[in-house]
């Protein structure tokens, strides 16, 4: 069992930075791979990044490409998106999530999920 808890969500100007962090409790932590997906009001939820187990290999979304960056610290249990350049469209609530194979993570079907974290980018 793996439970995760997101933290580090707030209101930021467009333009600016924040930073989520997802802790995960459990021992075996350094083998799922991690997720990163989110929900705006009305849509449905969408992939935002995932990273792997080994060898922190990182996929992105168009969307936010070049601009968000997924990093894992195995031995705090923690996994951090990094956003920059904040757009009003990435206002959303953040959800991270773990398995143990990472094309379910890749499908959104992971099989833990956090409560999530609210992200408001206005001005």
């Known amino acids: 069992q793996v439970q995760l808890v997101e933290s580090g969500g707030g209101l930021v100007q467009p333009g600016g930075s924040l930073r989520l962090s997802c802790a995960a409790s459990?021992?075996?932590?350094?083998?799922?791979?991690m997720g990163w997906f989110r929900q705006a009001p009305g849509k449905e939820r969408e992939f935002v990044g995932r990273?792997?187990?080994?060898?922190?290999?990182?996929r992105y979304a168009d969307s936010v490409k070049g601009r968000f960056a997924i990093s894992r610290d195995n031995a705090k249990n923690t996994v951090y998106l990094q956003m920059n350049s904040l757009k009003p469209e990435d206002t959303a609530v953040y959800y991270c999530?773990?398995?143990?194979?990472?094309?379910?993570?890749?499908?959104?079907?992971?099989?833990?999920w956090g409560l999530g974290t609210q992200v408001t980018v206005s001005s």
């Open positions: 990273i792997s187990v080994y060898d922190g290999l990182t």
């Open positions: 999530a773990a398995d143990a194979d990472a094309r379910n993570v890749a499908a959104g079907t992971a099989r833990y």
């Open positions: 459990g021992r075996t932590f350094s083998s799922y791979a």
